[in-house]
C-alpha cells in the first residue's frame, strides 16, 4: 500500500545516491532510472528526492570538492569577501565545477567553525580562519576539527542573581557514556527513567523547548513498532556545540538515545547527522561499532529481554530538513519537505510509525540526570527554565567558543564576561541570538536573560541560544540582503508564503543598499511579512519574518538615516 511505499527507499536511498555521486562526480539520467528500478519508484520520485538536496542538486562535482561557508559568522567576519577570494583563487564560481572536472565549489551555511570563521571544507579537511592560503591548505589532519572543547566557565558572580553561577564540571564535558545504562537495562523500569526526565524539566535543546518527558510518553502511549531518532542536522548558522558534542562525545548521544528507546518501548534509533560535519559522521559511527562490541546495543542488550540498535544516516544538505516532520521525509529516502501538523511524529513519525525526535544536546543531557537523578538537574538553571545551555560564541568575540551555562543568565554575562566584548578593537554594533531564525538585539538590551519568555517579549526567539557578533563595519543593508538570502535558499518551498514571499522579500533587499534605500521600500517588506507570519506551514517561514523585523528594528537609526 501507499505506507509501504513512503517507507521504501528508506536510508538507503540517500546512501546510493552518495555513492553514485561520489564514484562519477554526479548523478546522471540513466542513473536515475536504475535507481528507480532498483527501488520499485517511479522515477520522478527519485529525481526529486535528488533535486530538493544541495549535495546532489547543485553543480556537479569536481575531484576536489570545496565547500565555503556562507553562514553569519563567516558573513559577520568578512561581509562575504572570502567567498569572492576563493572563488578568485580557484577559478570557479560558487555552485560551480570547472569544466576539466578538476575543483567545484559549493556555498554552504554552515560548516560549524564559527569560532574560527572564515571556514572551508577541502574535502573532509576544514581549514579556517582570516588567511586565504591557510583556509585552502587546511589542517594537518581531519581529527584538528576537534580543536576546540566545550568549556565550564568559571564562577563569575552576575547581579541578578543572589548565588554565584554553579561550575558544571563533567555535566555535559567530555564524560564517555554507558555509565547507566547497563544497571538500567537490566534492573531498572521505563516509569523510572520518566520520572526522573519529567523531574528534571529538560525541554528540548533544538529550539522549539517541548518537554522531552512529555513527548515521550505521548509516543510511549501509540501502539508500536515505535522509533527513536537523534537529530544531529545543526543547521543553524552560529550554532556547533551539536559538533562538537558528535566529534567529542558521542556515545553519551547514544546512551541518551538508548535511555529514551528503553523508555518508549523502541527497538530501532537513527541519528541524522549532517553531511557538513564529516568528522561528526565518522566519530558516530566508529562510536556505534564500539557500543554494539561492548554490549550495549544489539540483540538482549547485557543479557535483559531488550533489543536495540542503531543507524547513522549521513543527511544530504538542507536546513529545513532538521525540521522535524522534514527529517523524517529525508531518513524515508525523501524530498526533505516539512508537513503540517498535526499529526505529530510521536503519532505518525518515521514510516508513519510514532517516533521520538530528540536533538542531540537533549539526549546528551538525560544519562546525566538519570545518574545524579532529576531533581538535582533541576536545580540548576531558572525555575522557569530549569537546567543548561551550550551556548556558542562567535569568532568576533575576544574568546569565541561553546560555554555550558545555566538558563537564567544574562545576555551581558555571556558577551562580556564570557565572550570577553569583541576583538581587536572593534566596536559591538548587536548581536544576533539564536540563529537566522532567531533576532538582533542591541547593546543596550543585554541585560535580558538567556530565557525563552523575556527574549520572545523582546521579538527574538531563543532558538539554540547561540550568540553571533555584528560589530560596527558591516551595514544593516547587507545584513537585511543576508537574511533574506538565507530564507530565499533554505524555503523547502512547499507552501507558497514562503516559497514566493522569501524571493520577494530578497528582492527588495537588494533595491536597499548602502547609500540608501528608494523611498518606502523598506515600508514594501511589511505586507509580505504579514503573510510569511500568517499562512506559511512550518515554524521556517514565521521564523524568517521575526528575524527580518529583529534586523530593521535592531538597526532602524541606521536604515531611516539611508532614507532620502
Ligand atoms: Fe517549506 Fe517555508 Fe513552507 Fe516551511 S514555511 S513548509 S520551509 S516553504
Redesign the pocket.
Known amino acids: 500500500g501507499l505506507q509501504a511505499r513512503l517507507g521504501r527507499p528508506g536510508t538507503l536511498l540517500l546512501e546510493r545516491l552518495r555513492g553514485v555521486q561520489r564514484a562519477q562526480g554526479g548523478i546522471s539520467p540513466g542513473d536515475l532510472r536504475r535507481l528507480a528500478d532498483e527501488f520499485g519508484l517511479p522515477v520522478a520520485a527519485v529525481t526529486g528526492t535528488v533535486s530538493f538536496y544541495a549535495d546532489f542538486a547543485e553543480g556537479c562535482r569536481g575531484q576536489r570538492h570545496v565547500r565555503v561557508c556562507e553562514g553569519a559568522s563567516c558573513f559577520a567576519s568578512t561581509g562575504g569577501q572570502h567567498i569572492r577570494d576563493l572563488e578568485r583563487v580557484l577559478g570557479v564560481r560558487r555552485g560551480t565545477c570547472a569544466p576539466d572536472g578538476s575543483v567545484s565549489l559549493q556555498a554552504v551555511r554552515c560548516l560549524g567553525y564559527c569560532y574560527d570563521s572564515p571556514a572551508v571544507l577541502d574535502g573532509g579537511r576544514p581549514g579556517t580562519g582570516q588567511d586565504l592560503g591557510g583556509l585552502l591548505n587546511g589542517q594537518p589532519d581531519a581529527d584538528s576539527g576537534s580543536a576546540l572543547s566545550i568549556r565550564t566557565p568559571p564562577p563569575i558572580p552576575y547581579e541578578s542573581r543572589a548565588d554565584p553561577p554553579v561550575v558544571l564540571a563533567g555535566l555535559l564535558g567530555v564524560e564517555g557514556g554507558w555509565q547507566v545504562w547497563p544497571e538500567v537495562v537490566t534492573g531498572g523500569s521505563p516509569e523510572q527513567v520518566s520520572g526522573e526526565v519529567a523531574a528534571s524539566g529538560l525541554r528540548g535543546r533544538g529550539g522549539a523547548g517541548f518537554p522531552t518527558a512529555k513527548k515521550w510518553s505521548m509516543a510511549a502511549g501509540e501502539p508500536g513498532p515505535r522509533y527513536v531518532i537523534a537529530n544531529g542536522d545543526e543547521g543553524d548558522p552560529g550554532s556547533y556545540c551539536d559538533r562538537l558534542l558528535m566529534e567529542q562525545d558521542p556515545h553519551r548521544i547514544l546512551e541518551g538515545l538508548a535511555l529514551a528507546a528503553f523508555t518508549v518501548g523502541a527497538r530501532h534509533g537513527l541519528v541524522l547527522v549532517r553531511s557538513e560535519y564529516p568528522l561528526a559522521v565518522a566519530r558516530m559511527r566508529a562510536a556505534l561499532a564500539e557500543a554494539r562490541a561492548a554490549g550495549h546495543l544489539g540483540r538482549g542488550v547485557h543479557g535483559s529481554g531488550f533489543d536495540f540498535d542503531v543507524e547513522v544516516v549521513e543527511g544530504a544538505g538542507s536546513y529545513?530538513a532538521g525540521e522535524e516532520t522534514a527529517l523524517m521525509h529525508t531518513v524515508s529516502g525523501l524530498r526533505g519537505?516539512?508537513r503540517p501538523r498535526p499529526p505529530y511524529p510521536t503519532s505518525k513519525g518515521f514510516l508513519g510509525r510514532p517516533t521520538v525526535l530528540n536533538n542531540v544536546e537533549t539526549l546528551a543531557a538525560v544519562p546525566w540526570i538519570v545518574r545524579h537523578g532529576g531533581a538535582a538537574y533541576a536545580r540548576l538553571g531558572h525555575p522557569d527554565e530549569p537546567g543548561t545551555k551550550l551556548v556558542c560564541l562567535s569568532q568576533l568575540f575576544r574568546r569565541p567558543g561553546v560555554y555550558e551555562v545555566e538558563y537564567g543568565v544574562p545576555l551581558r554575562y555571556l558577551v562580556e564576561d564570557l565572550g570577553g566584548g569583541l576583538r581587536d578593537g572593534r566596536t559591538l554594533r548587536a548581536v544576533q541570538v539564536g540563529g537566522p531564525l532567531g533576532g538582533f538585539l542591541t547593546p543596550v538590551q543585554l541585560d535580558l536573560p538567556l530565557l525563552t519568555k523575556p527574549l520572545g517579549q523582546a521579538g527574538v526567539p531563543l532558538g539554540h541560544a547561540s550568540l553571533i557578533a555584528f560589530d560596527t563595519e558591516l551595514p544593516a543593508a547587507a545584513i537585511l540582503r543576508h537574511e533574506w538570502a538565507f530564507g530565499a535558499a533554505e524555503?523547502?518551498?512547499?507552501?507558497t508564503p514562503?516559497?514566493v514571499g522569501t524571493r520577494r522579500g530578497l528582492e527588495l533587499a537588494e533595491q536597499i543598499d548602502e547609500s540608501g534605500q528608494p523611498a518606502g521600500l523598506l515600508a514594501r517588506q511589511e505586507p509580505l511579512l504579514e503573510v510569511l507570519d500568517a499562512a506559511?506551514?512550518?515554524a521556517?517561514?514565521r521564523g524568517v519574518a521575526c528575524a527580518v523585523r529583529s534586523v530593521t528594528r535592531a538597526y532602524s537609526d541606521e536604515f531611516s538615516r539611508s532614507s532620502p
Open positions: 529545513v519537505d516539512a524555503s523547502c518551498g512547499a507552501c514562503c516559497r506559511s506551514l512550518c521556517f517561514g
